[in-house]
């Protein structure tokens, strides 16, 4: 029953996101459709889709792994980087869809080499050496020459919001359909079991090394993706754009606070999150980042299991709720 | 004679300067039940670390159907056909029983791999002989200790073995739960499975083992049928010597 | 030949400095088992304390140590009284977050209040030095490395001598024997947690001495500090000393190899941090 429901509101969000894009200003005289969306919006839409795809990739690895990366800003940013190096017309100048292709495919590669040293790491380590790592990315990349150095390179513009919106949308359908996939699957079934008890695990039979790198490698893959699409989008990436640790916890912050380790709660978290810095603040400012760090503060302390526990009916939204779960981790 | 099922020897494993398994030989035949006894320290569950290849070996071999254990990965061992369950349970708390069960079905040897709906179906097999029917839809949290300890047998048993190893999972329970336990140790072995139990107390073993070995002090003190070896002066000195072995142990500051 | 000197003397001057920036990182960690993501925010804040106090009154930079000290105590107190208690006992990735956001929540306002211009501390003596041979010791560097030392041996002196020290201690080894023999636990979390940023403070104070400094600076500190504690191991002053220093050397000397530069700082650090990881996970003065 309650699946069948998820189903249909599934299904709905689909539909209202495929179609809502076709309202927007421009395309909707062009089609005769009237204009429910105006550009600024339908931007905004892509971006929340971004974030989506960010943290529903994040959760195969921190939220169904257990593995929780402070670092998938890098796939991002190499994917990016990737797709401009193939489109810029002073390097590869090739066609946007052939940059595109290259997005998950480098980030990935580079999941698999750094993933071999920092997924034998466990915890705090885990974390900071995945942090360490984004910054050293970023870092390199920008003393770079060839990739634009500080400046960064510049793919060519193209001036449609709306294939933009689709290839975002695409990426984030795409993400959460292979979530829901490994969910099903042998491979999900072993993530969550090393996420319970990596040893029992093993001596079950799970192959430990081998799951943690593939979720590793599916995370940094559609990361880049996204990254990918960025870039085309952006027409423009450096190192504050693509590599910026903020995106990180952003996105940990948006599975947390939606539910990590379920298919549903990243998605909640990214658009309900997103939306609501959108609307306060049209996207970044500091008052936005203030904001976010006691958003932060607050989720971590009342709502460690995300309101995705709420929504499915895991838990009730109550004062007794909240009491509960201060008691159980505090001093 | 056929080659055995587990061959041991001289497994050797140091932490810092002390020897916690020292020479340690024997051997286990296919569908054999053995009885692994000794005081507290006496490196029982180290062997079944280094069994289950979560300790590497500091010297000696472990061959298991002929291969050596050494040269293969935790989960490479589990699945040509070693299960075993951890002395402190280590359920995956946020999954049912069944689920859990069922990871051992998806994952375990290599003739039962089994896809997600099988599994699940092999799972509820074993739950029922484990005695865990009807509460396969719990959360480990909501299951009483004795159960948290079929479960974790269940899990082993699901990966289906060709050697079980079982870590104390009579400790702690009365003796009701025990003969129940007990029950089902039996009802594994007739099942063809071979089966090494490791207690501490060892009464609990001599009813159902026909061989036992002693580890004292990470050596094996002996072994053989279980009445001859339990009237064995060193044994009983062994167990006795205990209180005053740990007090110095403690005096060490490494008991 | 006097190029290496004059290096070495810098690089050991650095380590002093990654001394300071460290010591209150790795109390925190090792006693309560945080990450401080906020570490590198408490540095800043007390380098911008002392900006600010010599700025409008003219104070001294060293002299508005004791001041960072103690305005850093009260805000690590507070925090970990208020906010971060109440996590203390769940995964420890939740800390981690918690005080992500709560180094988020700084360094925006530091933004409001002071905007993202650098910032830097220059008292007359600035430009001084030492000159030894065909060796400068800048006197500025001189004395902020002399000032971690005495840092890091007043904080060992505290942990080893007084009866806070041994009520950390305790905390650290045994939480539920320490509560019974009577020590209040969410106090003396919030003392470790306390003195741990004020460690930062006098290391933010020191830092606004040698370089610029601005709201968004304090990321790499924390990067830094979490190194310099896996250098040398967690769970001593001794070890933090070690690392420290010797980071400062692996970074004046790899930023000098050919090919790399001050803008491959990071990744040196962090190539540092995962190869220490790989070969040692317990540091090299680690138990």
């Not at chain 2, 269940?154 to 336990?181: H, K």
């Not at chain 3, 930062?200 to 606004?208: C, N």
Request: charged share 15%.
């Amino acid at each position: 029953m309650r699946s069948r429901v998820l189903g249909v509101v599934t299904v709905a969000a689909v539909a209202l996101f495929t179609l809502l894009p076709l309202t927007t200003t421009d395309p909707a005289r062009a089609m005769g459709l009237p204009a429910l969306l105006d550009r600024s919006q339908l931007r905004g839409l892509t971006t929340i889709s971004m974030f989506v795809v960010l943290t529903s990739a994040w959760n195969i690895i921190g939220g169904l792994a257990g593995y929780p990366s402070f670092g998938n800003v890098a796939f991002f940013g190499l994917g990016a980087y990737a797709t401009a190096l193939l489109t810029d017309p002073d390097h590869g100048h090739l066609p946007l869809g052939v940059g595109l292709l290259a997005s998950p495919l480098v980030p990935a590669v580079v999941a698999l080499v750094v993933g071999f040293p920092l997924l034998r790491l466990r915890g705090h380590y885990f974390s900071i050496a995945t942090l360490g790592t984004a910054i050293a990315f970023g870092e390199v990349i920008n003393n770079m020459d060839f990739l634009g150095g500080a400046t960064g390179l510049f793919p060519p513009i193209i001036r449609s919001d709306l294939l933009f919106y689709y290839l975002m949308f695409g990426a984030a359908a795409l993400t959460v359909g292979v979530t829901w996939w490994i969910m099903r699957s042998r491979l999900g079934h072993g993530l969550v079991a090393i996420r319970e008890n990596e040893e029992a695990a093993a001596v079950l039979g799970v192959d430990t090394t081998r799951y943690k790198i593939i979720a590793f490698v599916v995370a940094a893959a559609l990361t880049g993706l996204a990254g990918g699409v960025f870039a085309g989008w952006n027409s423009f990436v450096n190192r504050d754009n693509v590599f910026p640790v903020d995106y990180s916890v952003q996105m940990i912050l948006m599975a947390v606070i939606g539910g990590s380790g379920t298919i549903s709660g990243p998605v909640v978290g990214a658009v309900g999150l997103e939306a609501l810095i959108q609307l306060l603040a049209g996207g970044s400012g500091v008052y936005t980042q203030i904001l976010l760090g006691v958003l932060l503060a607050v989720t971590v302390i009342f709502l460690p299991r995300g309101v995705i526990d709420f929504v499915i009916g895991r838990s009730r939204l109550t004062l007794a709720h909240f009491r509960r779960s201060l008691r159980q981790t505090s001093v | 004679m056929s080659a055995p099922l587990l061959a041991l020897s001289a497994v050797t494993k140091r932490f810092g300067g002390v020897t916690a398994l020292d020479h340690v030989s024997f051997d286990l035949a296919e569908g054999e039940l053995v009885g692994l006894i000794g005081p507290n320290g006496a490196g029982k569950t180290t062997l079944l670390n280094c069994l289950s290849r979560l300790y590497r070996l500091d010297g000696g071999s472990i061959r298991f159907s002929g291969m050596d254990i050494a040269k293969l990965g935790r989960h490479e061992v589990a699945r040509l056909g070693v299960g075993r369950t951890f002395q402190v349970v280590r359920p995956f708390r946020s999954m049912t029983a069944r689920e859990n069960v069922a990871i051992g079905a998806l994952f375990g040897s290599d003739r039962a791999r089994l896809p997600p709906r099988e599994a699940f179906r092999v799972a509820d097999e074993v739950i029922d002989l484990v005695g865990l029917g009807g509460r396969g839809h719990l959360l480990v949290d909501e299951l009483t200790v004795p159960d948290r300890r079929h479960l974790e047998v269940a899990r082993a048993l699901a990966t289906r073995p060709r050697l079980l190893l079982l870590d104390e999972v009579m400790a702690g329970l009365n003796p009701s739960e025990v003969a129940e336990a007990l029950e089902v140790v039996k009802r594994i072995h007739a099942s063809g499975i071979a089966i090494l139990v490791i207690e501490h107390v060892m009464q609990v073993i001599v009813g159902i083992c026909p061989r036992v070995v002693v580890l004292h002090f990470g050596k094996v003190l002996l072994e053989g049928d279980p009445s001859t070896v339990l009237k064995d002066p060193r044994v009983v000195e062994a167990y006795l010597g205990e209180r005053y072995a740990r007090r110095v142990r403690g005096s060490r500051g490494d008991g | 030949m006097s190029l290496l000197a004059q290096q070495l003397v810098l690089a050991i001057l650095l380590g002093g400095v990654y001394v300071a920036v460290a010591i209150g990182f790795s109390l925190v960690w090792g006693i309560l088992n945080i990450i401080n993501l906020s570490h590198g925010a408490f540095i800043v804040v007390g380098a911008y304390i002392t900006w600010t106090l010599f700025g409008r009154l003219g104070l001294d930079p060293f002299l508005s140590l004791p001041i960072d000290a103690a305005a850093l105590f009260a805000l690590g107190y507070l925090l970990q009284r208020g906010l971060i208690n109440r996590v203390i006992r769940a995964p420890v990735f939740f800390t981690l977050l918690l005080t992500f956001g709560v180094n988020l929540a700084i360094v925006n306002l530091l933004l409001a209040v002071f905007t993202s211009d650098f910032r830097s501390v220059t008292p007359p003596y600035a430009g001084s030095g030492i000159v030894l041979g065909p060796v400068v010791i800048p006197s500025i560097r001189l004395a902020a490395f002399a000032i971690a030392l005495l840092l890091a041996a007043l904080l060992s002196l505290l942990m080893r001598r007084t009866r806070i020290g041994a009520a950390i201690q305790a905390v650290a080894s045994d939480r539920d024997a320490a509560q019974l023999v009577g020590i209040d636990l969410r106090h003396t979390y919030a003392l470790t947690y306390g003195i741990g940023a004020a460690c930062a403070g006098v290391a933010g104070g020191l830092l606004s001495t040698v370089q610029a400094i601005s709201p968004t600076a304090g990321e790499p500190y924390t990067l830094q500090a979490f190194v310099v504690v896996v250098l040398g191991g967690l769970g001593s002053v001794t070890a933090t000393v070690v690392g420290g220093l010797l980071f400062g050397l692996i970074e004046v000397f790899g930023q000098s190899a050919p090919g790399l530069g001050a803008g491959y700082a990071n990744a040196i650090a962090f190539a540092v941090l995962v190869i220490v990881l790989i070969v040692r996970p317990q540091g090299l003065l680690g138990r």
